[in-house]
């Protein structure tokens, strides 16, 4: 197989399977916020042990971000020298911040988190768990800026030329800042917030139905649910702002989002199929509704493909198919989320249980989401590697082997297989357990206070 795309495989591999615990721990880390603010305003003892159960999930999904995200780092010298030569400036001033500003941050006071209960005060180890949480999203900042720039270069200019040429920054808030990454940084931000309420929502659902731990898991449903239908509206608002912004800088990825090859007013699929042969869509429209989210203009002309070269073209159907289904998973939390509130004001939530049933396994369609969403946006990058100034096949190392990368694939793909058997069975054992009996806790504290008293 040929080189270039075995080592596009392997880097969506090892990306895609990072990214199962980045956005889990950065929607955790609100959910803890939540919890543990919770506990400080009423003193109930629930909050307490339900923030200190999901600290434990917290604290082994963190570990397999680190773990997982260490690796990718590696293949841009490996695979792709000639991309790391000429995008090292930029890569390597946004993963310094992310170090330093994030990644510090996060880990310096994980340890209060997760061992500091009753070894410092309760208001210090809320901070903590605060200052947690704003480290896992400034580390998503620095790393989306970065990707953010491979779509929209900014704050830089070209030294050197042939294959010595590179990208070196001269306005590094430009840089930051660029076109992209403000509704990039958003709409990761919303699916992070989304896949933690709805792990949260998952877990504590299954208590219910398994009649364990009833009044932690009614408070950690309601809580998930909240949180949940306010990110999928969020994530609705983003997801228009930045298909504007991608028709804006990379018109050729929007009109492949849609199957729009001819200039003329756009259609929105709402599902279907593209032939490229042909260079057809086929499936359910709405007539000029493309046009009309752009531009408020039902008959206003979109770019079409064909304005574009063949080779700058990227692939149109499995893009297609990825977009339409990333937002179709949305509106199907909009819609979910928002039942569930409506069951919930009506007091009639828990009597419904195929509700709770679905929202086990709900957890699923966030991750589903967050992939398919990454997968729509890169694969639609293509031919570029960093849009309007290397393409992908240009960037690959030069000495490397199709029978080097695929070996490594191979044995990637084993490790990651054992770590992933790994992590669902840590983890299945810490939702099994759960959280400690608040009720049974309270009482013993009561008991000691008592024969302290005495």
Not at 119 to 128: G, P, T, W, Y
Not at 155 to 177: K, N, P, S, T
Not at 291 to 305: A, H, I, N, Q
Request: aromatic fraction near 16%; proline fraction near 3%; hydrophobic fraction near 50%.
């Amino acid at each position: 197989m040929d080189v270039e795309i075995l080592s596009r495989l392997q880097f969506a591999f090892t990306i895609g399977f990072h990214y199962i615990f980045p956005p889990m721990s950065i929607g955790l880390g609100i959910m803890l916020v939540i919890m543990e603010g919770m506990y400080l305003r009423t003193g109930n003892k629930m909050y307490e042990e339900m923030t200190k159960f999901w600290v434990k999930i917290f604290a082994l999904i963190f570990g397999m971000g680190v773990a997982t995200g260490i690796v990718m780092e590696f293949q841009f010298g490996t695979n792709w020298a000639t991309y790391s030569r000429f995008v090292g400036d930029v890569f390597g001033s946004a993963l310094a911040a992310e170090g330093i500003f994030a990644f510090f941050l996060e880990s310096g006071f994980l340890a209060i988190l997760v061992f500091g209960w009753n070894k410092v005060s309760s208001k210090m180890h809320f901070f903590s768990t605060i200052m947690v949480t704003l480290g896992a999203h400034l580390s998503a900042v620095w790393i989306v800026v970065a990707g953010s720039w491979m779509h929209t270069p900014a704050g830089y200019r070209i030294v050197g030329e042939g294959l010595e040429a590179r990208a070196e920054i001269y306005d590094f808030w430009a840089m930051v800042f660029n076109p992209s990454s403000v509704e990039r940084l958003s709409h990761t931000i919303g699916g992070a917030w989304l896949t933690g309420a709805f792990l949260v929502l998952s877990v504590s659902a299954y208590y219910y139905i398994k009649n364990r731990h009833i009044e932690t898991a009614k408070t950690g449903v309601k809580i998930a649910l909240i949180v949940a239908f306010i990110a999928s509206l969020y994530q609705l608002y983003t997801g228009h702002s930045s298909a504007v912004q991608v028709y804006e800088y990379q018109p050729a990825k929007l009109a492949a989002f849609e199957g729009h090859y001819e200039t003329a007013p756009g259609d929105l699929y709402l599902f279907g199929w593209v032939d490229e042969e042909k260079q057809e869509t086929y499936g359910v429209k709405i007539p000029g509704m493309l046009s009309f989210m752009l531009f408020f203009d039902t008959e206003k002309p979109v770019k079409g493909l064909n304005e574009f070269p063949i080779d700058e073209r990227p692939p149109v159907n499995i893009i297609f198919q990825t977009y339409h289904l990333m937002v179709a998973i949305g509106m199907f939390f909009i819609g979910f989320t928002a039942l569930g509130l409506f069951m919930l004001w009506r007091g009639i939530l828990f009597k419904q249980r195929w509700y709770m049933f679905i929202a086990v396994f709900s957890i699923l369609l966030p991750h589903i989401g967050n992939q398919i969403g990454w997968m729509s946006a890169e694969i639609g990058r293509q031919p570029w590697i960093v849009y309007g100034l290397l393409k992908t096949k240009d960037a690959l190392s030069k000495t490397v082997s199709s029978d080097e990368v695929l070996i490594s694939l191979v044995m990637f793909g084993l490790i990651y297989l054992l770590l992933l058997v790994l992590f669902l069975f840590l983890l299945n054992k810490k939702i099994h357990h759960g959280p400690e009996d608040y009720k049974l806790i309270a009482a013993k504290d009561e008991m000691i206070s008592t024969k302290e008293a005495h």
